[in-house]
């Protein structure tokens, strides 16, 4: 079983439509939750962090966290052309200073006009 | 975020010789940076990471020797690939780690594309 696991898509959602993006990982001593954003060519960009149970808002883009289920999702409302990338998904395991960041191999999301 | 950034953003050299690629923290201090590589299509490749004055914890795999690793000061790591051969051509990125009260956070440089002919 893989640490972190995504399905890799492609995801396709219509422009305005909100996007759901999910995530779930082996670790339950896992502590920090991250999702990041990468296009095409380019590096990854950090888009939210979420470190307890509940939801994180951010401008369009909400962060949930279950620990219990091990899940982490991210919800993209309105959904641009903008938005097409591959999102990674990315989890701390463990509770040592020392612990590496585990990345998903990504979702690829594709918004259609 | 936390801005850091890397340099050259991409580079052609020749086979047999050495390309130096440089990560630096802009507004924090960082005492570790990641690097990773990345094929094309293919998921983010930790190689080592780099701890300021101390050795590179290097991932298995990956040859020390060929990538050598320096992180000599709290904003600046480098990354030295000895050698080069076509079969390095690759994307690498640097990244820092941010400690905060609520946890860590990872953030990555805009990579460098390298391409050994």
């Known amino acids: 079983q893989k640490e972190v696991e995504q399905n890799s898509g492609p995801l396709s959602v219509p422009e305005g439509a909100i996007a759901s993006l999910n995530c779930t990982y082996s670790d339950r001593g896992s502590q920090s939750f991250f999702w990041y954003r990468q296009y095409s060519g380019k590096s990854p960009e950090l888009i939210m962090s979420i470190y307890s149970n509940g939801d994180k808002e951010d401008g369009r883009f909400t962060a949930q966290l279950n620990k219990a289920s091990q899940y982490v999702s991210l919800l993209i409302r309105d959904s641009q052309p903008s938005d097409s990338a591959t999102y990674l998904c990315a989890v701390i395991a463990g509770y040592s200073s020392a612990s590496k960041i585990i990345f998903g191999s990504g979702t690829r999301l594709s918004i259609r006009p | 975020g936390a801005v850091v950034s890397q340099h050259p953003s991409r580079v052609i050299c020749k086979s047999g010789t050495s390309v130096k690629i440089e990560c630096r923290s802009l507004d924090f201090q960082a005492t570790t940076m990641f690097w990773y590589r990345q094929f094309p299509k293919q998921s983010l490749m930790l190689m080592a990471t780099?701890?300021?004055?101390?050795?590179?914890?290097?991932e298995q795999g990956v040859e020390k020797d060929k990538f050598l690793i320096n992180h000599a000061s709290l904003t600046l790591s480098t990354l030295t690939v000895t050698s080069a051969h076509p079969e390095d051509s690759s994307f690498y990125i640097c990244?820092?780690?941010?400690?905060?009260?609520?946890?860590?956070?990872?953030?990555f440089g805009p990579g460098t594309r390298l391409l050994v002919l």
């Open positions: 990244s820092a780690l941010i400690l905060s009260p609520q946890g860590r956070t990872q953030y």
């Open positions: 780099s701890n300021e004055g101390s050795k590179a914890t290097y």
